[in-house]
């Protein structure tokens, strides 16, 4: 037997074994086999998905359909790769190679196939890549794609394609070292913690372990504030990093490397604050930028919470507050608006709220749809899409808004907005009650909104009024001073105006029902949208009280919980507080 054959022989042995080793391994970080053939790197852990798949969707990509951000692309025959993309969205979600774990769900020989042939088909043709894949929060999202799913790629390959794959994932790592980092909050992020994984995942890379760490803990003390709180103030990020920062711990754990405080730390603290933005629905508040959150998702990410305790009520470094009555939750936004460098998703809704009793949500902001973006924008971000006030249809807060900067900066950050915040809670014999200002008005119009709630104890009512006023030794200033209070409710709320004007009955899916007053204004019920939808925008209603600030600068408001039935309520009822019939 010749040298040559020995060799060959040798290679052929240590690759069956890596693969059967790679078959029977699955559930959590998965270690893979130190035998694969090679000088350099070798995988040696692969970290665990959280993710959710959907192994029906392993169908629809083996016939040349990729579903991404609402946009459907068939290949009828061709690259995938080599199409031109219809969003930009769509192209970060292909790019990113999360699609992975859906063909590794199905966990058969052809999608295992298919899977190995889609990652060859990238790999194998450099010249035609596309500025969004260079990109780095997208590249890190497939460095980090490219190493959970080893398994599925790497089950049933030769030591060739084991090298090729390794020498694309080595050449992916290697630009994301030397990456600038220019974009701030998650995407940075996401591009350290990729590089932790990487330095975890593979082999001889001992000497970038402690510089990856240090990195990435420094980001993490600087990006996730002392109460549990992305520096975006967007409750998404939170979902966005648990779900890489809980399975790097994981594989820190594999390797017998002690996780880094900071890590730990942070991930202490963001646990309680899920619970913080939860309705009862398990539905996330809708505050700078989020969307709909997959509920399965953020089931998995709550089991690794040891603590499963009751919501904080304050949170004062992310800026917002919970009052808890009942089964009542009221969840306000008591802070300004992030450092620019993190307010691309940013919102004006200073002192807006969102109300829930039980399982039903009551009043909502209008939130950000998860596909489709560019076109809501504008609006999701406006004050008018929140439930507050508004004066002079103005924002409390103003963006960038240039067409040529939004492309370069990926998106509007905030330019100004409310600089001073404040709020202060006291328990007080019938309930909770909560009082906050913001002076995003005063410098264009010279004047302060001040609000104040107060929930019962029993959670069946809660009153608010609203204010503007000029700053001391100030004055309101131009001709105009109409304002807007609005309220969007959620799409499952029924509401009927009352026939003296002046409230609203509003009808719970569960056929509880509440009822809206205002003490001294009329009351109008209009078209509302609600962009977080998990089907897209859905048509829904707002109570909107005008006013012109220099006639009468206060409203009082109540919502009141009349009847668990509205049967019950409908007996009760007066002539006089009929809801309107429809025309």
């Given at each position: 037997?010749?040298?040559?054959?020995?060799?060959?022989?040798?290679?052929?042995?240590?690759?069956?074994?890596?693969?059967?080793?790679?078959?029977?391994?699955?559930?959590?970080?998965?270690?893979?086999?130190?035998?694969?053939?090679?000088?350099?790197?070798?995988?040696?852990?692969?970290?665990?998905?959280?993710?959710?798949?959907?192994?029906?969707?392993?169908?629809?990509?083996?016939?040349?359909?990729?579903?991404?951000?609402?946009?459907?692309?068939?290949?009828?025959?061709?690259?995938?790769?080599?199409?031109?993309?219809?969003?930009?969205?769509?192209?970060?979600?292909?790019?990113?190679?999360?699609?992975?774990?859906?063909?590794?769900?199905?966990?058969?020989?052809?999608?295992?196939?298919?899977?190995?042939?889609?990652?060859?088909?990238?790999?194998?043709?450099?010249?035609?890549?596309?500025?969004?894949?260079?990109?780095?929060?997208?590249?890190?999202?497939?460095?980090?794609?490219?190493?959970?799913?080893?398994?599925?790629?790497?089950?049933?390959?030769?030591?060739?394609?084991?090298?090729?794959?390794?020498?694309?994932?080595?050449?992916?790592?290697?630009?994301?070292?030397?990456?600038?980092?220019?974009?701030?909050?998650?995407?940075?992020?996401?591009?350290?913690?990729?590089?932790?994984?990487?330095?975890?995942?593979?082999?001889?890379?001992?000497?970038?372990?402690?510089?990856?760490?240090?990195?990435?803990?420094?980001?993490?003390?600087?990006?996730?504030?002392?109460?549990?709180?992305?520096?975006?103030?967007?409750?998404?990020?939170?979902?966005?990093?648990?779900?890489?920062?809980?399975?790097?711990?994981?594989?820190?754990?594999?390797?017998?490397?002690?996780?880094?405080?900071?890590?730990?730390?942070?991930?202490?603290?963001?646990m309680p604050m899920l619970r913080f933005f939860?309705?009862?629905?398990?539905?996330?508040?809708?505050?700078?930028?989020?969307?709909?959150?997959?509920?399965?998702?953020?089931?998995?990410?709550?089991?690794?919470?040891?603590?499963?305790?009751?919501?904080?009520?304050?949170?004062?470094?992310?800026?917002?507050?919970?009052?808890?009555?009942?089964?009542?939750?009221?969840?306000?936004?008591?802070?300004?608006?992030?450092?620019?460098?993190?307010?691309?998703?940013?919102?004006?809704?200073?002192?807006?709220?969102?109300?829930?009793?039980?399982?039903?949500?009551?009043?909502?902001?209008?939130?950000?749809?998860?596909?489709?973006?560019?076109?809501?924008?504008?609006?999701?971000?406006?004050?008018?899409?929140?439930?507050?006030?508004?004066?002079?249809?103005?924002?409390?807060?103003?963006?960038?808004?240039?067409?040529?900067?939004?492309?370069?900066?990926?998106?509007?950050?905030?330019?100004?907005?409310?600089?001073?915040?404040?709020?202060?809670?006291?328990?007080?014999?019938?309930?909770?009650?909560?009082?906050a200002s913001h002076d995003g008005y005063l410098?264009?119009?010279?004047?302060?909104?001040?609000?104040?709630?107060?929930?019962?104890?029993?959670?069946?009512?809660?009153?608010?009024?609203?204010?503007?006023?000029?700053?001391?030794?100030?004055?309101?200033?131009?001709?105009?001073?109409?304002?807007?209070?609005?309220?969007?409710?959620?799409?499952?709320?029924?509401?009927?105006?009352?026939?003296?004007?002046?409230?609203?009955?509003?009808?719970?899916?569960?056929?509880?029902?509440?009822?809206?007053?205002?003490?001294?204004?009329?009351?109008?019920?209009?078209?509302?949208?609600?962009?977080?939808?998990?089907?897209?925008?859905?048509?829904?209603?707002?109570?909107?009280?005008?006013?012109?600030?220099?006639?009468?600068?206060?409203?009082?408001?109540?919502?009141?919980?009349?009847?668990?039935?509205?049967?019950?309520?409908?007996?009760?009822?007066?002539?006089?507080?009929?809801?309107?019939?429809?025309?």
């Open positions: 037997m010749s040298v040559a054959q020995s060799r060959r022989i040798s290679t052929l042995i240590a690759g069956r074994f890596a693969r059967s080793m790679i078959a029977r391994a699955s559930g959590s970080t998965v270690v893979l086999s130190r035998l694969w053939p090679g000088r350099t790197d070798r995988l040696i852990i692969a970290p665990h998905d959280l993710r959710t798949a959907d192994a029906t969707r392993a169908a629809e990509i083996y016939a040349g359909r990729f579903v991404f951000a609402g946009k459907i692309v068939t290949c009828h025959g061709r690259s995938i790769f080599d199409l031109e993309p219809p969003s930009e969205d769509w192209e970060a979600a292909l790019l990113g190679f999360g699609w992975l774990r859906h063909l590794r769900a199905a966990d058969t020989a052809l999608t295992r196939a298919n899977a190995r042939s889609l990652v060859d088909d990238w790999i194998s043709n450099q010249a035609r890549k596309r500025p969004l894949e260079r990109r780095a929060d997208v590249r890190a999202r497939r460095v980090i794609s490219l190493l959970s799913q080893a398994p599925l790629v790497l089950g049933d390959t030769d030591g060739k394609f084991y090298r090729k794959y390794l020498r694309g994932l080595a050449r992916e790592i290697r630009y994301l070292r030397y990456s600038t980092l220019d974009n701030d909050g998650v995407p940075r992020l996401q591009v350290l913690i990729a590089l932790c994984y990487a330095s975890l995942c593979l082999a001889n890379q001992a000497r970038n372990i402690k510089t990856a760490t240090r990195r990435l803990s420094d980001e993490l003390q600087r990006q996730i504030l002392p109460d549990g709180g992305h520096i975006s103030r967007n409750p998404g990020a939170l979902v966005e990093l648990l779900s890489d920062l809980l399975p790097l711990r994981q594989t820190f754990a594999a390797r017998n490397i002690a996780p880094p405080p900071a890590l730990l730390n942070a991930i202490d603290r963001m939860r309705h009862g629905d398990g539905s996330f508040a809708l505050f700078n930028g989020m969307s709909t959150a997959p509920s399965d998702l953020v089931a998995t990410l709550l089991a690794y919470d040891d603590t499963r305790g009751v919501p904080m009520a304050s949170m004062p470094h992310t800026g917002f507050q919970r009052l808890d009555a009942g089964n009542t939750a009221l969840i306000i936004d008591t802070g300004p608006p992030p450092p620019p460098s993190v307010s691309h998703d940013a919102h004006a809704g200073c002192l807006s709220f969102e109300l829930s009793s039980g399982v039903s949500r009551i009043v909502v902001n209008c939130g950000m749809p998860s596909t489709g973006r560019d076109n809501w924008r504008p609006f999701a971000r406006s004050t008018a899409a929140h439930s507050t006030l508004t004066y002079h249809d103005t924002s409390s807060c103003q963006f960038v808004e240039l067409s040529a900067m939004k492309r370069l900066l990926r998106g509007a950050p905030i330019t100004s907005g409310p600089a001073n915040v404040e709020s202060y809670r006291e328990a007080v014999p019938d309930g909770d009650v909560l009082t410098s264009r119009f010279g004047v302060i909104h001040r609000r104040v709630l107060m929930i019962s104890q029993d959670g069946t009512r809660l009153e608010g009024e609203d204010s503007l006023a000029p700053a001391p030794g100030g004055r309101i200033r131009g001709s105009e001073a109409d304002f807007a209070l609005r309220f969007h409710l959620h799409p499952s709320v029924k509401a009927s105006r009352l026939s003296d004007a002046r409230g609203v009955m509003l009808v719970l899916p569960n056929r509880d029902v509440w009822t809206f007053e205002a003490m001294d204004d009329k009351v109008d019920l209009e078209d509302s949208v609600f962009l977080a939808g998990n089907d897209g925008p859905r048509r829904t209603s707002q109570i909107v009280i005008r006013q012109d600030a220099r006639q009468a600068a206060t409203i009082r408001w109540s919502f009141v919980r009349s009847s668990t039935s509205a049967s019950a309520t409908n007996a009760r009822r007066n002539a006089r507080r009929e809801p309107e019939l429809p025309l």
